[in-house]
Nanobody, 122 residues
């Protein structure tokens, strides 16, 4: 599966953005999916993950109650709705397909998309 993330942009603190990640191929629904981000000078970090059916989700503590991950399997798309954005959310956001046992383990993700830039101004 190949992934294409989009929806990033420049927003003021407190604003909202919705990211999308579209997958090619017929196997999207077989994969748990994750969103990660990488800020300048920092390591890439886990943001959120969702199970194949969408019934289970998990978030890093700093985005809980502000971000929502969802998916639409017929559309081969995973979303990340981001509300109440903060300057510290500024990063390149990536989606990836998970193939392993731990959503937090980056090495278990593959087919990383090219990323989309999110910039939050104060």
């Amino acid at each position: 599966v190949q992934l294409q993330a989009s929806g990033g942009g420049l927003v003021q603190a407190g604003g909202s953005l919705s990211l999308s990640c579209v997958a090619s191929g017929r196997t999207f629904s077989r994969y748990d999916m994750g969103w990660f981000r990488q800020a300048p000078g920092k390591e890439r970090e886990f943001v959120a993950a969702i199970s194949t059916s969408g019934g289970s989700t998990y978030y890093r503590d700093s985005v809980k109650s502000r971000f929502t991950i969802s998916r639409d399997n017929p559309k081969n798309t995973v979303y990340l709705k981001m509300n109440s954005l903060k300057p510290e959310d500024t990063a390149v956001y990536y989606c990836a397909a998970h193939g392993g046992s731990s959503w937090l383990r980056q090495s278990e993700y593959r087919n990383w998309g090219q990323g989309t830039q999110v910039t939050v101004s104060s």
